[in-house]
């Protein structure tokens, strides 16, 4: 009945073949139905399967309900390896997920600022614009000065980057 109402589409026609819901409002009003704990068993339980490791990794994230800083340091390699393969979109979600998790203040912060570099790093920068009030809140200077240097940098503004690091010798 939902196949053919066009809410849900099947992938395949495998017994356990993936089902998708078409529209992303509807998608959302279910998800959001299921209660927290219930999510969270789903998205358990499909880490265990799916063969991505970024899906497994989101799927992880997903179901962790606190701070869980052996799943961040699995997502603190997956960011160094995406940042050597230069995908820096990928670097930043990654980074940005281990922060999340992450119980130190101090490596909350640095987990932070890095996807915050990697943001930069690929080129999103309306993305890094939107948060350089939460940038000013931070207090590692430095990372703060290298980060806003390469912002600069991006967006053609040579003398302006120059002129940060140059702030941040002593």
């Given at each position: 009945?939902?196949?053919?109402?066009?809410?849900?589409?099947?992938?395949?026609?495998?017994?356990?073949?993936d089902?998708?819901?078409?529209?992303?409002?509807?998608?959302?009003?279910?998800?959001?139905?299921?209660?927290?704990?219930?999510?969270?068993?789903f998205?358990?339980?499909?880490?265990?399967?799916?063969?991505?490791?970024m899906?497994?990794?989101?799927?992880?994230?997903?179901?962790?309900?606190?701070?869980?800083?052996?799943?961040?340091?699995?997502?603190?390699?997956?960011?160094?390896?995406?940042?050597?393969?230069?995908?820096?979109?990928?670097?930043?979600?990654?980074?940005?997920?281990?922060?999340?998790?992450?119980?130190?203040?101090?490596?909350?912060?640095?987990?932070?600022?890095?996807?915050?570099?990697?943001?930069v790093?690929?080129?999103?920068?309306?993305?890094?614009?939107?948060?350089?009030?939460?940038?000013?809140?931070?207090?590692?200077?430095?990372?703060?000065?290298?980060?806003?240097?390469?912002?600069l940098?991006?967006?053609?503004?040579?003398?302006?980057?120059?002129?940060?690091?140059?702030?941040?010798?002593?």
């Amino acid at each position: 009945l939902l196949q053919e109402s066009g809410l849900v589409v099947r992938r395949s026609t495998e017994p356990l073949a993936d089902v998708r819901i078409v529209h992303a409002l509807v998608r959302a009003a279910v998800y959001q139905s299921i209660p927290p704990a219930e999510r969270r068993g789903f998205h358990q339980r499909a880490s265990e399967v799916v063969l991505s490791p970024m899906a497994r990794l989101e799927h992880e994230v997903a179901a962790a309900n606190r701070r869980d800083e052996a799943l961040a340091g699995r997502l603190e390699s997956a960011a160094l390896a995406a940042h050597q393969q230069a995908d820096h979109r990928r670097e930043a979600q990654l980074w940005q997920w281990a922060g999340q998790l992450t119980a130190s203040v101090t490596e909350r912060e640095r987990r932070w600022l890095e996807s915050q570099l990697a943001t930069v790093l690929a080129r999103d920068t309306q993305t890094a614009r939107a948060h350089l009030k939460q940038l000013a809140d931070t207090g590692d200077q430095v990372r703060r000065g290298v980060l806003t240097a390469w912002l600069l940098l991006v967006e053609n503004r040579i003398a302006d980057a120059r002129h940060t690091l140059e702030s941040l010798t002593p």
